[in-house]
């Protein structure tokens, strides 16, 4: 200890939560809107996209259920993530001409 009772290290460590608290809401934000975005498209490749923000969206979740993060600190309240990309983009794909439904 330094002295003054750890209040640094306090700082440091309520500092680093909000810097990555931002950065998980800013994570959350672009894989919405990205995978919102692509899940417009109905190809092979865009489907794998928003696939892949899903799984990063999912994994977000459990990271914060697990570290005590409340998902409206990061922006995933109230979000369905299956009805907001996945469906979407199965919708999608069935729109494709020339595609066998």
Sequence with gaps: MNGDGGSKAT???VGSRGALLAALRRAVC?????????AQYGD???QGMV???YDILI???D???RFGVSLEEIGLAGLDLEKTLIEPAKSASAH???KEP
């Design 11 to 13: 700082l440091t460590v």
């Design 30 to 38: 672009v894989a919405l809107k990205n995978g919102a975005e692509y």
């Design 44 to 46: 092979l490749f865009h």
């Design 51 to 53: 696939m892949g923000y």
């Design 59 to 61: 994994n977000i979740q």
């Design 63 to 65: 990271a914060a259920a």
């Design 96 to 98: 494709i001409p020339g």
